[in-house]
């Protein structure tokens, strides 16, 4: 599943009210997961030089947000993306949120706190390995 949060960069009143910031998601090794994109940054506040984006991270990603300005000489920032706030939402949503017992497919299915987002479906099996709903002794991600 992967996962939408906001991330900001703070590149100070010298780089205020620019048009050209944008972002570039990079693997941990060093290859490009997601290529530069400046769509959906803004500027927070009127003109402080501290802009966001809504990013959405790919299921399982791990590596850093390279933060750049733009235009003819850019600045840089990075950040560490940290998985932690992606594992606390897949959390906060199997705790939160509806589940089922699926009869036909020996399946539990979890979602989101809006209880219509599916998030996760597990195989469940009774002590001899065999696919069920009843007695379940394991459960398997699917």
């Given amino acids: 599943m992967s996962i939408s949060l906001v991330k900001n960069v703070n590149f100070g009143q010298s780089k205020k009210g620019l048009a050209t910031v944008g972002y570039t998601l990079i693997n941990t090794s060093g ?3 997601q290529p530069r994109t400046s769509m959906g940054v803004y500027e927070v506040g009127m003109l402080t030089g501290i802009y966001a984006a809504l990013i959405s991270f790919p299921s399982g990603f791990k590596g850093s947000i390279l933060w750049d300005t733009g235009g003819g000489s ?11 706030e992606e594992q606390t939402q897949f959390s906060y949503h199997i705790s939160g949120g509806r589940w089922i017992l699926d009869e036909a497919t020996n399946q539990m299915i979890f979602f989101a706190d809006d209880n219509v987002t599916e998030i996760a479906r597990f195989d469940m099996k009774d002590q ?4 069920s709903v009843e007695s379940v002794f394991s459960r398997t991600r699917v």
Avoid: Q
């Avoid at 001899?128 to 696919?131: F, H, L, T």
């Fill in 74 to 84: 850019p600045v840089y920032a990075t950040e560490d993306y940290s998985p932690l």
């Fill in 128 to 131: 001899n390995n065999v696919p």
């Fill in 31 to 33: 290859g490009v997961a």
